[in-house]
């Protein structure tokens, strides 16, 4: 998902999911950066978006 979507629609659909952090908290667009730093996974990048 990280690289398909920006953190804030990652944050959206984690929240319609009913996740929580591991806090018990809402998801965030900040929430989602911080993790994806910790484990270093790539974020979104508009340019590479394909439409799909």
Do not use: P
Not at 24 to 34: D, E, F, H, L
């Amino acid at each position: 998902m990280a690289t398909r979507w920006s953190d804030a629609d990652i944050a959206a659909t984690l929240n319609r999911m009913g996740m929580q952090t591991g806090q018990g908290k809402t998801w965030t667009a900040r929430r989602v950066q911080s993790l994806r730093t910790v484990h270093k996974i790539s974020g979104y990048r508009s340019s590479d978006k394909n439409g799909e």
